[in-house]
């Protein structure tokens, strides 16, 4: 037996303090509970609604297209890929600028060949190199793939392509893995599109210029056929356009819908809202557990006293009370957990089914994310506890022993 | 055994400072019985919680048994009190979701020195001192005003304290209870040879203590 028995002493009177007002206990936890439901459900939904919208407003294109100036570009469509056209831009044109106000760049090539040997003799094919992990427009929509990510020997073809997932494509001679395929976009360059990573288009080169004569310019690695461009949530449009013309010599700016570009910029801020609004939440669940620890801690001013008196310690008087809140404020937070598994599945019968019969999809966060938030929200809640509770105990654990046996307030 | 050395309390109150207890010194010798009495706002009971260790002074010293018991560390003052002073206090002063056990018990489990099992061997023989090992398991609510007190004092003498301290500890008690207790205190430094200090405003109870301590406005009267 050791310092481990008076902290067993001390837990244990923390457990029996809890009991001791059992409906005060009730309402606390009962207020951590609603308070971690309601973060819990928030935040899950909030993550779930960032995922899809990420799909589905990247469904709707890049706010602007930046093309060689010589580019002739006739756009009715979504900004979904860049025009085919053989004037280039140089590959780091938009990064060297450090233009402000861009949320997502995507450099792509387009080849727009007749001799790939893809599709019928002659037929016109669109071989468009991106980078994956910097792409926001074609990879949304996906339709179905393979298990696993994309591979340098792996294409994704357009909604108009018959080849079956698996099945190998020659291009130019050299073959590759039909890794996907993209749902109906209405946009012809996309739908007819096959598309590869940027290090495998480049990796053409070779062939290309053996089968044409000819090395096309995008294919060139330091220059590109355009860029795709999302902006950031401050950001407008002209602003944006006026400071790639003025500092990127010899380009074009194409804008897409105004009005999508307005909607995203809006959801994003809104989210940006809610994020604030869930820390208000936690905070002010704080100030009550503060303010009611404070009541706790002078009606139990003698006890206190008491124990300090026959050699309690102040930092095992304040290790009971943290004890006692975080026990209170982490239960309330599991419970609160359970209330907000419950609102997700109203979220999801309410809204979710609702969008999935529209067409529209929802991506809900995985199971690891869903847990990782969970036990945040437990952990969060005993913090709220522990940093409500601190402050009042450690102020009484200070106070002189004949004050607290003697004194009133 | 025990000794006040300029001993001084002022407390800041809305109306201006109030000196409780004005430069007092004092020497009680180890295993004495002692009362302190006087008036009500004599200063006997600033007097008393500065010697025990539960108000810090103004100015000057306590020593217990050689140590200056107001220069310790916060740590430190905590471990002496609950190794050398034992409080029987005016009020009831149990923790009551504690049984009568538990609360005897309070004083070695938080020192955390020696086993659990012996802890309670321990505790169980301090009841029987005072007569209530049968009601080792009852909770203060069911045990009349004079069992409480005698539990207190149960408490008080868990670690085996050099000076006990009573601070008007039969106020609310009637008169046979109030018999009994003092006995069983006055036993205790018979006994044990602990040093007994008794604040209380009743002079019959005071005369049958060694030594009479007089305080009247925060001086000893002579």
């Given at each position: 037996m050791s310092a481990?028995?008076s902290?067993?002493?001390?837990?244990?009177l923390?457990?029996q303090?809890?009991?001791?007002?059992q409906?005060?206990?009730l309402?606390l936890?009962?207020?951590i509970?609603i308070?971690s439901?309601?973060?819990f459900?928030?935040?899950?939904a909030?993550r779930?609604v960032v995922?899809?919208m990420q799909?589905g407003l990247?469904?709707?294109?890049a706010?602007?297209?930046?093309?060689?100036?010589?580019?002739l570009?006739n756009?009715t469509?979504?900004?979904l890929t860049?025009e085919?056209t053989?004037?280039?831009?140089?590959a780091?044109?938009i990064?060297?600028?450090?233009?402000?106000?861009i949320?997502?760049l995507?450099?792509q090539r387009?080849l727009?060949?007749?001799r790939s040997?893809l599709?019928?003799a002659?037929?016109l094919?669109?071989?468009i190199?991106?980078d994956p992990a910097?792409d926001?427009?074609i990879l949304p929509w996906l339709?179905?793939r393979l298990?696993?990510?994309m591979?340098?020997?792996d294409?994704i073809v357009?909604a108009a392509?018959?080849?079956?997932l698996?099945?190998q494509?020659?291009i130019?001679?050299?073959?590759?893995?039909v890794?996907?395929?993209?749902?109906?976009?209405g946009s012809?360059t996309?739908?007819?599109?096959v598309f590869?990573?940027?290090?495998s288009?480049?990796?053409?080169?070779?062939?290309?210029?053996?089968?044409?004569?000819?090395l096309?310019p995008?294919l060139?690695?330091?220059?590109v056929t355009?860029f795709l461009i999302q902006?950031?949530p401050?950001?407008?449009?002209?602003?944006?356009?006026?400071?790639?013309l003025?500092k990127?010599?010899?380009?074009?700016v194409?804008?897409?819908?105004?009005?999508?570009?307005g909607i995203r910029?809006?959801?994003?801020a809104?989210?940006a809202?809610?994020?604030g609004?869930?820390?208000?939440?936690?905070?002010s669940?704080?100030?009550m557990?503060?303010?009611?620890f404070?009541a706790i801690?002078a009606e139990r001013?003698?006890e206190?006293?008491?124990?300090?008196?026959i050699?309690?310690?102040?930092s095992q008087?304040?290790?009971?009370a943290v004890?006692?809140?975080?026990?209170?404020?982490a239960?309330?937070?599991?419970?609160g957990?359970?209330l907000g598994l419950?609102?997700?599945?109203?979220?999801?019968?309410?809204?979710?089914?609702?969008?999935?019969?529209?067409?529209i999809?929802?991506?809900?966060l995985?199971?690891?994310?869903?847990i990782a938030?969970?036990?945040?929200c437990?952990?969060?809640a005993?913090?709220v506890?522990i940093?409500?509770?601190l402050v009042?105990?450690?102020?009484m654990?200070?106070?002189?022993?004949?004050?607290l046996?003697w004194?009133e307030g | 055994m025990?000794?006040?050395?300029?001993?001084?309390?002022?407390y800041e109150?809305?109306?201006?400072?109030?000196?409780?207890?004005r430069?007092m010194d004092?020497?009680?010798?180890a295993g004495?019985?002692?009362?302190?009495?006087?008036r009500s706002?004599s200063?006997k009971?600033s007097l008393?919680s500065m010697i025990?260790?539960l108000s810090?002074?103004?100015?000057?010293?306590?020593l217990?048994?050689g140590t200056?018991?107001?220069?310790?560390?916060?740590?430190g003052?905590a471990?002496?009190?609950?190794?050398?002073?034992g409080y029987?206090?005016q009020f009831?002063s149990l923790?009551?979701?504690?049984?009568a056990?538990d609360?005897v018990e309070?004083?070695?489990?938080l020192?955390g020195?020696g086993s659990?099992?012996?802890?309670?061997?321990?505790?169980l023989?301090r009841l029987a001192?005072v007569?209530?090992?049968?009601h080792a398991?009852?909770f203060p609510?069911?045990?009349s005003?004079?069992?409480?007190?005698r539990?207190?004092?149960?408490?008080?003498?868990?670690?085996?304290?050099r000076?006990?301290?009573?601070?008007?500890?039969?106020?609310?008690l009637d008169?046979?209870?109030?018999?009994e207790i003092?006995?069983l205190?006055r036993?205790?430094?018979?006994s044990?040879?602990t040093?007994?200090?008794?604040?209380?405003?009743?002079?019959s109870?005071a005369a049958?203590a060694?030594r009479?301590i007089h305080?009247?406005?925060?001086?000893?009267?002579p």
């Amino acid at each position: 037996m050791s310092a481990a028995s008076s902290y067993r002493l001390l837990f244990g009177l923390a457990v029996q303090n809890l009991g001791r007002r059992q409906s005060r206990t009730l309402l606390l936890v009962v207020a951590i509970a609603i308070a971690s439901a309601v973060t819990f459900a928030g935040v899950v939904a909030m993550r779930s609604v960032v995922a899809s919208m990420q799909v589905g407003l990247s469904r709707v294109g890049a706010d602007l297209m930046v093309v060689n100036q010589d580019a002739l570009t006739n756009l009715t469509d979504a900004l979904l890929t860049v025009e085919p056209t053989d004037s280039t831009v140089a590959a780091d044109a938009i990064s060297r600028a450090e233009i402000r106000g861009i949320a997502r760049l995507a450099a792509q090539r387009i080849l727009r060949t007749e001799r790939s040997g893809l599709g019928g003799a002659g037929e016109l094919v669109d071989l468009i190199g991106f980078d994956p992990a910097s792409d926001f427009t074609i990879l949304p929509w996906l339709s179905e793939r393979l298990a696993g990510p994309m591979r340098p020997g792996d294409v994704i073809v357009g909604a108009a392509r018959n080849l079956p997932l698996g099945s190998q494509a020659v291009i130019f001679g050299l073959p590759f893995r039909v890794y996907g395929k993209l749902a109906r976009t209405g946009s012809g360059t996309q739908e007819r599109g096959v598309f590869l990573q940027a290090s495998s288009l480049l990796g053409l080169a070779g062939a290309v210029r053996e089968r044409t004569g000819t090395l096309p310019p995008m294919l060139v690695p330091e220059r590109v056929t355009g860029f795709l461009i999302q902006l950031a949530p401050e950001a407008t449009e002209v602003q944006a356009r006026f400071a790639l013309l003025s500092k990127v010599p010899e380009i074009k700016v194409i804008a897409g819908g105004a009005l999508m570009t307005g909607i995203r910029q809006g959801l994003v801020a809104l989210l940006a809202g809610l994020v604030g609004l869930v820390i208000a939440l936690s905070a002010s669940t704080a100030v009550m557990v503060m303010v009611l620890f404070s009541a706790i801690m002078a009606e139990r001013r003698r006890e206190l006293g008491l124990l300090k008196a026959i050699g309690a310690r102040r930092s095992q008087i304040v290790g009971m009370a943290v004890t006692e809140a975080a026990l209170a404020t982490a239960c309330g937070g599991a419970i609160g957990v359970i209330l907000g598994l419950l609102l997700l599945r109203l979220f999801e019968r309410a809204l979710v089914h609702h969008l999935g019969e529209m067409g529209i999809p929802f991506l809900w966060l995985d199971g690891p994310g869903t847990i990782a938030i969970a036990a945040a929200c437990v952990v969060g809640a005993a913090v709220v506890g522990i940093a409500g509770a601190l402050v009042p105990a450690w102020r009484m654990g200070r106070r002189d022993i004949h004050d607290l046996l003697w004194k009133e307030g | 055994m025990l000794a006040c050395r300029a001993l001084a309390k002022r407390y800041e109150t809305d109306r201006g400072p109030v000196d409780a207890v004005r430069g007092m010194d004092l020497d009680i010798e180890a295993g004495c019985y002692a009362a302190i009495v006087g008036r009500s706002g004599s200063g006997k009971s600033s007097l008393m919680s500065m010697i025990g260790g539960l108000s810090r002074p103004t100015a000057g010293r306590v020593l217990i048994g050689g140590t200056d018991i107001w220069s310790l560390s916060e740590a430190g003052a905590a471990a002496f009190r609950n190794q050398h002073v034992g409080y029987v206090f005016q009020f009831a002063s149990l923790l009551p979701n504690l049984r009568a056990l538990d609360n005897v018990e309070l004083p070695a489990r938080l020192a955390g020195k020696g086993s659990r099992r012996e802890i309670t061997g321990r505790a169980l023989e301090r009841l029987a001192d005072v007569g209530l090992d049968s009601h080792a398991d009852a909770f203060p609510s069911e045990l009349s005003s004079g069992e409480q007190r005698r539990v207190v004092i149960a408490r008080a003498l868990m670690n085996e304290p050099r000076l006990l301290l009573a601070d008007e500890p039969t106020s609310d008690l009637d008169e046979q209870t109030e018999r009994e207790i003092m006995a069983l205190l006055r036993d205790i430094n018979r006994s044990r040879g602990t040093t007994l200090l008794l604040v209380t405003h009743n002079l019959s109870l005071a005369a049958k203590a060694e030594r009479i301590i007089h305080i009247a406005n925060g001086v000893v009267v002579p």
